[in-house]
């Protein structure tokens, strides 16, 4: 024994291994382009060690909102698969808390893919992106990720 815990019964006590919480993964390509068009437009931020996501509020320095859970697993998702990269830790604030978060870092290549994306013709058998109205271009604009989930 080297001196570590014991049970109540003088036995070496075991640690389990720390289980990493499981996200899962998606495969809906509209969302993960949506996801990463808002991290070049606007921006994320993780904060907590449970890395909660936020994304920047515009129109306000240093103001963030809570990001929905599936954006949320989206954007952990481009993280593992390094289409984003993580940043240095700003001061933010979420109504009246300030927070620390590390911002969420765009590659080149993951905006020239975002370009491309945006310039290609979607086939006519796929549904619209944009249901309210289909001549604006999303390249313009922040796309609230929660407002489009409740029209459908």
Partial sequence: MTGG??????????SLPEQRQRRSESNDVDLMH???ANAVRC?????GTSERVYARVADRDGEVQRVPRYEEEAVHQLLR????????HHPVTCGAANLTGA?????KETRSRVERWNRLQRPPSWPRSTPDDPTVPTSDRVVRLHDRKKRR
Wanted: proline content about 6%; aromatic content about 12%.
């Fill in 5 to 14: 815990q014991t049970d109540l019964f003088g036995n070496p006590v075991v």
């Fill in 81 to 88: 698969r390094r289409w984003l990269n993580f940043g240095s």
């Fill in 103 to 107: 911002a969420v870092l765009v590659p």
């Fill in 34 to 36: 949506t996801v990463a």
């Fill in 43 to 47: 921006g994320y931020l993780l904060v």
